[in-house]
């Protein structure tokens, strides 16, 4: 969320987003997916600047740290993966197909996927999204938190 500090209130336009500068993290390149690129962006390791010194960047987060996107850096489209509110699995599937010289099922896509990364659990995201399990641990949000287990 982006806030102005002059009026302390959230703003809600996308004016200031060229404005912004996010460090990120690369994990890998897909072998075999020309342009595709996994990148991390880890709360406390990572830094983001914005340019306008009367705006500030706050982050709602609780029990994970971790963001992580794919681009695909030939059409400058990005692909949610870990941490946001929404998950761009299935679109990036259709566009992974959509690349390919020929078309494979989407499991089998998946299954490639987790072989390059442990940091993304590819095959519970497919699965929850299929099932329509979208209260899969694979699924949550950032700024959903665990419950706390307090002993007595």
Known sequence: MIKDTV????????????????????????????NFILYKFQLGKNKIKIKSSNKEILFNCSFC???????DSENNNSYRLKGFNGNDLLFLLKEINKNSYKERHYSKIVKELQSFTDKVDFICIYESLIKGKLDSECLKPCKEAKPLHLSR
């Open 7 to 34: 009026t302390k209130r959230f703003v809600n336009d996308f004016k200031y987003l060229d404005s912004i500068e996010i460090e990120l993290d690369t994990i890998v390149e897909i072998p075999g997916v020309l």
């Open 65 to 71: 740290e971790t963001y992580i996107i794919t681009v």
